[in-house]
């Protein structure tokens, strides 16, 4: 099983700050295999990233992913009050595996 | 517009069974793949079972491998799954997602692109 281990846990930044998310893979996976989801207490979560940096339908700009390997990051470049949420990475080289969530808080 | 409903969740008695179903609406049901994930309380998400459009190809993880059984209804445009020997630590929020191909001239990627609300389990004496 290939473990995604996102860190930080939670991140505590303001509005209009720029907020870098990670995600380690315990072995290779294509970039093109890796996922990213918000997720909003109650909410079911919604796709923000395939291919490790591409958006999905109707996802602004200033969310972008990147990396490859072993190593991939969720990048919000200003963030909005909308923006505080729960993020997760996602695999889908072997057996789909979740990271554990990153998120993200008002300070 | 693209809509997952699930249900059939509830408390139940551990060794118990439950059957989940998804409805789906708004798209072309039996030419998409579909997963079960669930979250446990506090817990980040976890992925349980995938089926291929049309049911021949079918997936499990390890933590409920021989306890659930995944199934789809083309014709009803449904997805279900099957848990039996209910535990515990099968509490959670159990959602239904569609997956989603996406392609360029290089390569093919993939996203749950629809999930449902979900639906509460509870398994508890």
């Known amino acids: 099983e290939i473990v995604l281990t996102q860190s930080p846990g939670t991140l505590s930044l303001s509005p209009g700050e720029r907020a870098t998310l990670s995600c380690r893979a315990s072995?290779?996976?294509?970039?093109?295999?890796l996922a990213w989801y918000q997720q909003k207490p109650g909410q079911a979560p919604r796709l923000l990233i395939y291919g490790a940096s591409k958006r999905a339908t109707g996802i602004p700009d200033r969310f972008s992913g990147s990396g490859s390997g072993t190593d991939f990051t969720l990048t919000i470049s200003r963030l909005e009050p909308d923006d505080f949420a729960v993020y997760c990475c996602q695999q889908y080289a072997s057996s789909p595996t979740f990271g554990q969530g990153t998120k993200v808080e008002i300070k | 517009d693209v809509q997952l409903v699930e249900s059939g969740g509830g408390l139940v008695q551990p060794g118990g069974s439950l059957r989940l179903s998804c409805a789906a609406s708004?798209?072309?049901?039996?030419?998409?793949?579909m997963n079960w994930v669930r979250q446990a309380p506090g817990k980040g998400l976890e992925w349980l079972s995938h089926?291929?459009?049309?049911?021949?190809?079918?997936y499990y993880a390890d933590s409920v491998k021989g306890r659930f059984t995944i199934s789809r209804d083309n014709a009803k445009n449904s997805l279900y799954l099957q848990m039996n020997s209910l535990r515990a630590e099968d509490t959670a929020i159990y959602y239904c997602?569609?997956?989603?191909?996406?392609?360029?001239?290089?390569?093919?990627?993939?996203?749950?692109?629809?999930w449902g609300q979900g639906t509460r389990v509870t398994v508890s004496s």
């Open positions: 089926i291929s459009s049309s049911g021949s190809t079918i």
């Open positions: 997602a569609r997956d989603e191909y996406y392609y360029d001239s290089s390569d093919y990627y993939k996203g749950m692109d629809y």
């Open positions: 072995q290779y996976i294509s970039s093109s295999y």
């Open positions: 708004g798209f072309i049901f039996s030419s998409y793949e």
